[in-house]
């Protein structure tokens, strides 16, 4: 485990991922009550990943996302209630309720979703990097995705073409070893995904992913690189997801001992080990720290529950942006 | 009106484009240094730099997709697909993401993007490279569909389509290029909402697009000389198709002909007669007849191309079958 350097910031960090894992927790649970429908992939386990790599980015910034992007919207700042609104798919969620768990977007703090088709995002990502540096601004582009998505052709095309123009794009791998239900080394024959970047002349690392502070680390490296002009940079992060793909996954393709193995890697109790270890952390502080959030929990869904449905006349409203202009 | 070539209008389009507005770039394969597959973009790359003239990897889901993302990010690509065969490997990112966004976002995005693309036989290239499937396209709500077919079409509607907020998909007939045209000097823009009516007529509406007009305005020349007169419609815009046009001219002539060069079964041309039917069944004198592609994959030699493929004489034999002759 990596040192702390600040209090508040590692007690900050503590509060995010215990953010996500109390709002999946509780999503879960609205599942089973039938208040969110639809796919709901949640991503207890891997909450290190999200929380360490977010505060390494500038408000500016662009994030991209997949269909497992709860925490990630969290911790980038937008607030619990629209993303539980979008959940219950309310017209006060974060998208109107168009999109659901998969589709988180927040134009205001340039979340480009939540795109739910594997590997489908790396392109956009590229794309906003290519605007960046054409308008000769400072900003980059976050793009996560999962190890399901190196075996796409838009993985390599676009570490290709991020590479070769030098785009200030992260290509942001949160492997957390299974496509759905497929290993890695089932679907890989390198299933070292850092060395893959070799062949794109890309820089690469592979960190902990069920360490924060390595996550932050890895990812504060990564940023001050891209952000210097000098291209893309890839991080794999190595993180496992703890609950099942989705809520339909009867998990047939992993041993109850291996996830019970990674359990005991569970990157939150971790964390709070090393915060009492350095006198940061009190039963208190926890105390304090999980009440607020079962407030803010209870809050959001009080939000949600009070949302308005979208009315049906706007049911085809934004297909186009308003009124088609002519030439 | 001066005489110039389709592909001399696409140039001139994409050089004002680029002009104009210094947020337009132009991407795709060979678009640079080889000038353009059809030499639309000759010149360009010394005319206006490697930023904005970039020629890409042979990556198209990618290419398109970072099409997207620079329209997300402020910027107004113009993305050249090279032929619409090869766009089947970014269809992910056309439907899934260009046409989605908008809408699933809850209207937080919009995505200015122009994606031009060469479609149609009728060069012997062939199964892989003749293809039309720009019907294909029409069917997706979210995106504009073009499909310039007179010279000063493709000359404008490239620039009206950057103004548009939403991904527009522009097609191109490969048959087109090198023929001329009288370009309207005096169109110095196109609006994207009409039909338009190519030539008038009372006895007959032939419906088209694209590279098809110029198949339907020869027959329409001849079946003259039989003293049938033929009205043809360009329908220009397949989405959102301007039905109201169409229905105008067959509610005249009350007899309808739809010439598409896409495959027959769940062409285009269907939807259109769909929509006749919906709108002027009893203004009809006969069913809604159609000349299509014929079913298989474009041949390579010439004979069987053409045979393959509307041409003036079917049209002009599916109008005699529907009026009686």
């Known amino acids: ?327 | 009106m001066a005489k110039i070539t389709y592909r001399e209008a696409v140039r001139a389009g994409l050089r004002e484009a680029l002009q104009s507005d210094p947020r337009v770039f132009l991407m795709g394969e060979d678009v640079g240094k080889y000038g353009g597959t059809y030499a639309c973009s000759k010149g360009f790359l010394e005319e206006f730099g490697p930023e904005r003239i970039r020629d890409t990897p042979l990556s198209e889901s990618t290419f398109v997709g970072a099409g997207i993302g620079a329209a997300l990010g402020g910027m107004r690509p113009i993305v050249e697909v090279m032929t619409v065969n090869f766009s089947l490997l970014a269809l992910d990112q056309i439907v899934n993401n260009a046409a989605t966004i908008r809408h699933m976002s809850g209207g937080q995005f919009s995505i200015p993007l122009v994606v031009r693309m060469a479609t149609g036989a009728g060069r012997q290239v062939a199964a892989q490279h003749s293809h039309s499937l720009e019907g294909w396209y029409a069917h997706i709500p979210g995106i504009t569909v073009l499909a310039p077919a007179t010279v000063t079409d493709a000359r404008r509607m490239l620039l009206a389509a950057l103004q548009e907020p939403d991904p527009v998909f522009i097609f191109e007939h490969a048959y087109l290029y090198p023929l001329e045209g009288e370009l309207d000097e005096s169109a110095l823009s196109v609006d994207l909402t009409q039909a338009a009516v190519r030539r008038t007529g009372t006895d007959i509406s032939l419906i088209t697009f694209g590279g098809s007009l110029w198949k339907a305005l020869g027959a329409a020349d001849q079946l003259a000389q039989e003293g049938i007169s033929a009205e043809v419609v360009d329908l220009r815009i397949l989405r959102p198709l301007d039905i109201s046009t169409v229905l105008t001219s067959v509610r005249k002539t009350h007899r309808a002909v739809v010439i598409d060069e896409g495959w027959r079964t769940g062409s285009f041309a269907a939807e259109v007669s769909a929509q006749i039917m919906e709108g002027v069944f009893y203004d009809l004198d006969g069913p809604v007849a159609r000349v299509c592609s014929v079913e298989v994959p474009i041949p390579y030699p010439k004979h069987l191309e053409d045979a393959a493929l509307p041409q003036p004489e079917k049209i002009i034999q599916a109008v005699h079958s529907l009026m009686g002759r």
């Open chain 1, 1 to 327: 485990m990596t040192h702390v350097v600040d209090r508040d910031h590692g007690l900050e960090l503590l509060r995010q991922m215990l953010r996500i894992r109390r709002f999946e927790e509780k999503c879960a649970e609205l599942y089973s009550g039938g208040k969110i429908r639809g796919f709901l992939h949640l991503y207890i386990g891997e909450e290190a990943v999200a929380v360490g790599a977010m505060p390494c980015f500038e408000p500016d910034d662009a994030i991209v996302g997949t269909y497992r992007e709860h925490g990630h919207a969290l911790v980038r700042g937008t607030p619990m209630g629209p993303l539980m609104a979008e959940l219950y798919g309310k017209a006060n969620g974060c998208a109107r309720g168009r999109g659901g768990s998969m589709h988180f977007f927040d134009a205001a703090r340039h979340f480009y979703g939540g795109l739910a088709i594997v590997g489908g995002g790396l392109p956009v990502a590229v794309g906003l990097a290519l605007a960046d540096h054409m308008q000769q601004r400072r900003r980059v582009t976050a793009c996560f995705f999962g190890d399901g998505a190196v075996a796409e052709g838009e993985f390599h095309e676009s570490l290709n073409l991020a590479a070769l123009w030098r785009l200030p794009v992260l290509f942001l791998c949160e492997n957390n070893l299974y496509a759905m239900g497929t290993a890695l080394g089932r679907h890989q024959s390198q299933p070292d995904i850092a060395r893959k970047a070799d062949a794109y002349a890309i820089p690469a690392e592979a960190v902990n992913g069920m360490d924060v502070l390595a996550v932050e680390a890895a990812t504060r490296k990564a940023v001050d690189f891209v952000r210097a002009g000098q291209g893309p940079y890839l991080l794999e992060y190595r993180t496992y997801r703890f609950r099942a793909h989705s809520m339909y996954d009867a998990e047939l393709y992993r041993t109850k001992g291996e996830v019970a193995q990674w359990k005991q890697r569970d990157p939150i109790p971790l964390f709070q080990q090393e915060l009492r270890a350095q006198g940061y952390l009190t039963d208190a502080d926890l105390d304090n720290m999980e009440t607020a959030i079962t407030a803010e929990i209870a809050e959001a869904v009080s939000y949600a529950e009070m949302g308005p449905w979208e009315p049906l006349e706007d049911l085809t409203k934004d297909v186009y942006t308003g009124v088609r202009r002519q030439a």
